[in-house]
């Protein structure tokens, strides 16, 4: 039974509600947090709260919780008919929010950010229900610059955040992945991927899409890599396609488009080239697993923001979109990979500055402010 339902007639001693939506950038550490909470406090109550038609109403259910939805409230930037109807959006998805805060008798509103964020922020402030911010990104959102005037606690994934009070707790992530024995599947990962056991492994993969600037650079290098005795892992992404290179002998080359178990790569793999989202950052420092970074060339900076602290602590490499071709992972990535005791550095600079832990750090502010 899901924690978010009363049983056998015993009403939960509190209720926790979780809002966030839109991305998987929200919504997966929103997941993170409560399967966290219930792991502290087994029996707690948990309602997500988000937008009719976001990408929430399907993982949501799945994971198993209870979703209640209210009026999306995007934020318009610039001058707009958007801006004139904001008001009354707002009112009536902070009437929504507050229903339902007032029907789960809610103890504290974490929030992540997205169009449900800020109704339920507004919900929780008339209720004097405590709030709790979480932000992820370098840059906050609106919603959540609005929800830290009247946080109890403000926590971000990463030390760049501009939310002034916060603390860096890390970017909540899955307990399959924080918790992840990479040396234990290691044997496991190489046969579902049809590596070989002995080989130095890069794991290349540019999120659900892919990459096209970091699949085209991986090609080029794939048969210096190949003869400099490394074998390859890549993800490229659905709507993509690729020539993978076939080898008769020696370490594979070995393309996904969509590889859906990340344990299993995370475990396969010795190296990561990837980008620099603070999902992908916050996972594969948990895990341990050195990286060259790959920032995405648009935007204000954020993705290589998110992984500057990573490189401080010596686990991992920042390579700039323009930068990265087939000649600079041939010449860079070999003398990495080929150098055990390297490898292991960068492994331990990566944990170190990484946050495996998130979830549950955040997991214990909410249970310390809710009522």
């Known amino acids: 039974m899901d924690a978010g339902r009363r049983g056998g007639g015993q009403v939960l001693s509190r209720h926790i509600v979780l809002t966030g939506g839109g991305t998987a950038g929200h919504i997966e550490p ?50 707009s008919l958007d801006l004139v109807a904001l008001p009354m959006r707002l009112r009536r998805a902070r009437s929504q929010a507050k229903a339902i805060l007032k029907r789960v008798d ?46 109890a606690v403000i926590a971000q994934a990463t030390p760049a955040s501009a939310l002034p009070g916060g603390e860096v707790t890390g970017m909540p992530i899955r307990a399959s992945i924080a918790a992840l024995d990479r040396a234990a599947l290691r044997s496991e990962a190489r046969a579902h991927f049809g590596l070989r056991e002995s080989d130095p492994t890069l794991l290349v993969y540019g999120g659900s899409q892919g990459a096209q600037r970091i699949n085209e650079a991986i090609l080029a290098a794939a048969d210096r890599l190949h003869n400099a005795g ?22 594979r080359y070995v393309a996904w488009p969509y590889i859906d178990r990340m344990d299993l790569a995370y475990a396969a793999a010795d190296f990561v080239l990837c980008r620099s989202g603070m999902g992908t950052v916050a996972e594969v420092s948990a895990v341990g697993l050195p990286a060259m970074y790959v920032p ?76």
């Open 30 to 79: 929103m997941l993170a947090t409560a399967a966290a909470l219930q792991r502290l406090e087994p029996g707690i109550g948990i309602t997500c709260v988000g937008s009719a038609g976001g990408l929430e109403t399907t993982l949501v259910p799945e994971r198993g919780y209870d979703l209640e939805v209210v009026a999306a409230v995007p934020l318009p930037r610039k001058p």
């Open 106 to 151: 809610a103890a504290a509103v974490v929030g992540f950010g997205g169009y449900a964020a800020l109704p339920s922020y507004l919900a929780a402030r008339s209720l004097k229900v405590p709030i709790v911010v979480h932000e992820a990104n370098a840059t906050p959102g609106i919603a959540n610059k609005v929800g830290a005037r009247w946080a």
């Open 230 to 251: 490394i074998a390859v892992l890549h993800g490229f992404g659905r709507k993509n396609q690729v020539d993978a290179p076939a080898y008769s002998s020696g370490p």
């Open 296 to 371: 995405l060339p648009h935007g204000n900076g954020e993705q290589r923001r998110n992984a500057e602290p990573i490189v401080a602590a010596g686990g991992g490499l920042i390579v700039d979109n323009a930068a990265l071709t087939g000649d600079l992972i041939a010449d860079e990535l070999p003398p990495i990979l080929t150098d055990p005791t390297r490898l292991a550095a960068m492994a331990a600079g990566a944990r170190a500055g990484g946050h495996a832990e998130a979830a549950d750090v955040l997991a214990r502010r909410v249970l310390e402010v809710a009522r």
